[in-house]
């Protein structure tokens, strides 16, 4: 049964290493799982408390908050995290964050200098 190939790849592979080698598409896991959608899906939910596709864009977030962060640009982060365009990275990234990625990197900028002058 598949579902022994999915314990063991949720359980051994990184997170951001699955979700970015599936490319952040919910579609990849079973082939990369190697398990069927269904499988997957049940062992995600039960696991995870999550739907395959919303663990993923959770993963997707959390990688895009730490490579702004890490100083890349709008535009860099997009095409890294396999967005075909810009717009619609940041309308998904507004959309789990409430705010733009422009003015997330803002405020971790501030926040990094306002750290840097209390020292």
């Known amino acids: 049964m ?6 063991q790849m949720l359980c051994t592979l990184q997170p951001v290493n699955l979700a970015r080698t599936a490319r952040y ?7 990369l799982l190697r398990a069927s959608p269904r499988q997957v ?7 995870l408390g999550l739907s395959p596709q919303k663990w993923l ?3 997707r977030i959390r990688v ?8 890349l640009q709008v535009k860099e982060v997009a095409y890294q995290l396999n967005f075909k365009q810009v717009s619609h990275f940041s309308a998904h990234f507004k959309k789990y964050t409430d705010i733009t990625p422009s003015k997330f990197r803002q405020s971790q900028r501030r926040e990094s200098i306002e750290n840097v002058a209390d020292k």
């Open 41 to 47: 899906q049940r062992k995600f939910r039960q696991e």
């Open 2 to 7: 598949g579902g022994c190939c999915v314990d």
């Open 64 to 71: 895009a908050k730490e490579l702004l962060i890490s100083g």
């Open 57 to 59: 864009d959770a993963e």
């Open 25 to 31: 598409s919910c579609k990849e896991l079973p082939r």
